[in-house]
């Protein structure tokens, strides 16, 4: 071969494994050739073509459009997902500041959409409690231990007993027994 010839194989397929002025082909020719994903032939790592000829994908450690993050690696709690996320409420994995993250849209079921594990006073009434309006007033007809206030609890309530019922409390109080009280109320309120 003459000085500076890589190959000659004398035909004009340029995609034979010899190109046509005689050089061999190399990632970054502009050429697609076996073995390469693409060959844009220029030195831009972010345009859709790596420099080695291969396509962006999540987990090639370039972060492209489309990707929050993409550190390269395969640990999903180290701030960026395996799927080129950032970390988020809803994500499925307990993330720190978390109590809890099941993926799902299901308010119900054990883990709070907001990624916190369901308490009394959470305005969501949960198995065990009776009442949740998710308030720190305990006279409003749901106590803050997420009970019914109810007539015999101890607490006196008018906002959250009847008031026919509380005047009915109050008056057995100073005349007569419960159930004539109760009875009386019954007449006069039909």
Do not use: K
């Not at 693409?38 to 790596?50: K, Y």
């Not at 809803?90 to 959409?113: A, L, Q, T």
Request: charged share 30%; aromatic share 4%; net charge negative.
């Amino acid at each position: 071969m003459p000085e500076g010839e890589q190959c000659d194989d004398g035909n004009g397929d340029n995609d034979d494994g010899c190109r046509n002025d005689c050089t061999l082909p190399y990632c970054g020719d502009g050429i697609v050739d076996p073995g390469e994903q693409c060959d844009d032939g220029n030195g831009d790592n972010d345009d859709g073509c790596r420099n080695d000829c291969t396509l962006p994908y999540c987990g090639d450690g370039i972060v492209d459009p489309g990707e929050g993050c993409d550190d390269g690696n395969g640990n999903n709690n180290d701030g960026c997902r395996n799927t080129c996320l950032l970390p988020y409420c809803g994500d499925g994995i307990v993330d720190p500041g978390e109590e809890c993250d099941d993926g799902n849209g299901d308010d119900f079921d054990g883990c709070r959409n907001n990624c916190v594990l369901p308490y009394c006073g959470d305005g969501i009434v949960d198995p065990g409690e009776a009442c949740d309006d998710g308030n720190s007033d305990n006279d409003d007809g749901c106590r803050n231990d997420c009970t019914l206030s109810t007539c015999g609890d101890g607490i006196l309530d008018p906002g959250g007993v009847p008031q026919r019922l509380h005047a009915a409390v109050l008056r057995r109080r100073h005349r007569g027994s419960w159930r004539a009280v109760r009875r009386r109320e019954q007449q006069q309120h039909g």
